[in-house]
C-alpha cells in the first residue's frame, strides 16, 4: 500500500502552486490598474490645470488689449469734450453750461463704461490703481467747476495715460513670453 502522506503532495503542490500564482497576479495587476488609473487622473488634473492657466491667461491678454484701446477712446473723447467746452467758454464767458452734441456725449459715455468694465477684469493692482485715477480724472475734466480745474484734470489724466499705457504693453509682453 502506498504511503498516503507522499501520495497527495505531489498533486497537490502544482494545483496550490498554481492558485497562488493566480491570485499574486490578480493582486499585481490590480495595484498595476490602480498606479495606472491614478496617474491617469493626475495627467486629466494637469491638462485641467493647464488649460484653466491658458484660458485665464488668454481672457486676460485680451482684457488688457481692450483696455488698452478703451483707455485710448476715454483719453480722445475726454479731450474732445474739453476741447468743445473751451471753444464754448471763449464764446460765452461760462464754463460747461451746454450740452454737448449727441455723438461726443455718447462716445465718452462708452469710453467710461467700457474702461469701468475692462477695469475690474485686471489682475494687476497697479494698473487698476492708474486706470482709477485716469477715470477720475475724466470725470473732472467732465464736470469741473471751472476751466482752470479742468485743465489740471486733463493734464494729469494725460500724465497718468503716459505711463499706463506702457505698463500695459509691458504687461502684455511678459503674458506672450510666460503664456
Not at 491638462?47 to 484701446?69: A, I, S
Not at 475726454?78 to 451746454?98: I, L
Not at 452734441?101 to 467710461?112: R, T
Request: proline fraction near 3%; charged fraction near 30%; include cysteine.
Amino acid at each position: 500500500m502506498p504511503d498516503a502522506t507522499v501520495g497527495w503532495f505531489p498533486v497537490v503542490t502544482p494545483v496550490v502552486t498554481l492558485l497562488l500564482g493566480y491570485a499574486l497576479k490578480s493582486v499585481s495587476e490590480l495595484v498595476g490598474h490602480r498606479r495606472t488609473l491614478q496617474r491617469e487622473r493626475e495627467a486629466r488634473e494637469v491638462t485641467r490645470r493647464d488649460k484653466f492657466y491658458e484660458r485665464r491667461t488668454d481672457f486676460q491678454r485680451q482684457t488688457l488689449l481692450d483696455l488698452q484701446e478703451a483707455m485710448s477712446d476715454l483719453i480722445r473723447s475726454t479731450g474732445a469734450a474739453h476741447h468743445q467746452d473751451t471753444m464754448a467758454y471763449r464764446q460765452t464767458g461760462k464754463w460747461q453750461k451746454h450740452l454737448l452734441g449727441e455723438v461726443l456725449d455718447e462716445s465718452c459715455h462708452k469710453a467710461m463704461r467700457r474702461t469701468l468694465i475692462l477695469w475690474v477684469r485686471v489682475q494687476d493692482d497697479s494698473v487698476r490703481e492708474m486706470v482709477q485715477r485716469c477715470r477720475e480724472c475724466a470725470s473732472k475734466v467732465m464736470v469741473g467747476p471751472n476751466k482752470e480745474d479742468s485743465d489740471v484734470a486733463l493734464a494729469n489724466m494725460a500724465k497718468i495715460f503716459e505711463e499706463l499705457n506702457p505698463k500695459i504693453g509691458e504687461l502684455i509682453r511678459t503674458i506672450d513670453v510666460t503664456g
